[in-house]
């Protein structure tokens, strides 16, 4: 991560500003503090990516974002309004250096970075502004390799790899991390992760969980009973396949199959510069 963040510095002097991409899902815990560093006195665009996945308190976020003097929009890369949203946003935040240029005779096409924590959605963003498959796309962290310039029409994007954020604000934002697939699935223990996030989800989302797995309460383990069960997750001799049941918790969320969520708040944002 060190290593990508000082090859994005190092690109950062031929940019006119960063769009910075969250997860409309868990928008402050996919938020790292070092990329606005990084952008310094160059505009910022936080894009709140995937609200085709998110509820209201991903408008909530937004605005409350909005109300802290941050440039900020929601989209869903697949929906083809995403290009005339953030196009509009970048024209909004270089029209006052694009006005200078043309004062001077000069033309010239501007340039955003595109940075975020790992499967944020930046690389199917950049596509959808392309007009085609220019930047390589997947439903986990770390397939963007490298960085490149893409021809957006109007402007350019450079497709980075994610960077985690050096240390997690708590162990909350670093499970939802976990949760969206920002965090390698390889490392992560999927028993634990799920008795997490039914322990969380229980409290801003209890229906769900009853309408899905017939949970209506209880510890989490109990939860986890109740999902194997239900979903037929049992090994010979009529113990649960927990391995299968808490893969399928999480896969669940991922895919939307639980509905719309969004895992943080507003009050997630004290205490943050943006």
């Known amino acids: 991560m060190s290593r990508a963040m000082r090859s ?4 950062l002097s031929s940019a006119d500003g960063v769009m910075i991409v969250l997860d409309a899902r868990c928008p402050v815990s996919s938020f790292n503090p070092e990329l606005k560093k990084l952008a310094g006195a160059k ?8 609200a085709d996945l998110a509820d209201g308190r991903a408008d909530a976020i937004l605005d ?18 995403s290009k005339r949203d953030i196009t509009g946003a970048i024209e909004k935040l270089t029209a006052e250096k ?37 930047a390589e796309t997947g439903d986990k962290a770390g397939v963007t390799r490298g960085k490149q310039w ?21 162990g909350k934002h670093a499970a939802r ?7 390698n699935d390889d490392i992560l223990d999927f028993g634990e992760l799920a008795l997490e996030f039914l322990a ?32 037929g997750f049992i090994l010979r001799g009529g113990e649960f396949d927990y391995e299968r049941g808490a893969r399928a ?26």
């Open 8 to 11: 994005m510095r190092d690109s």
């Open 249 to 274: 918790i999480i896969d669940d969320f991922r895919k939307g199959r639980l509905g719309k969520m969004t895992l943080d708040s507003p009050d997630d944002l004290n205490g943050i510069e943006l």
């Open 64 to 81: 409350r974002m909005k109300n802290m003097g941050a440039a900020a929009i929601k989209i869903n890369s697949h929906n083809p309004s």
């Open 43 to 50: 505009p910022v665009l936080y894009v709140l990516n995937k």
């Open 200 to 231: 969380e989800t229980f409290i801003t989302y209890p229906e769900r969980l009853k309408e899905r797995y017939g949970i209506e309460g209880g510890e989490p383990v109990e939860m986890l009973n109740k999902a194997c069960a239900r979903r």
């Open 150 to 170: 893409i021809s957006c029409g109007a402007f350019d994007i450079m497709d980075n790899p994610g960077t985690m954020p050096p240390s997690f604000l708590s």
């Open 177 to 183: 991390l976990a949760y969206v697939g920002s965090v």
């Open 98 to 134: 694009r006005e200078r240029a043309l004062s001077r005779g000069q033309t010239r096409t501007f340039r955003f970075m595109a940075a975020g924590v790992p499967n944020t959605g930046k690389s199917a963003l950049i596509n959808a502004l392309a007009g085609a498959k220019r």
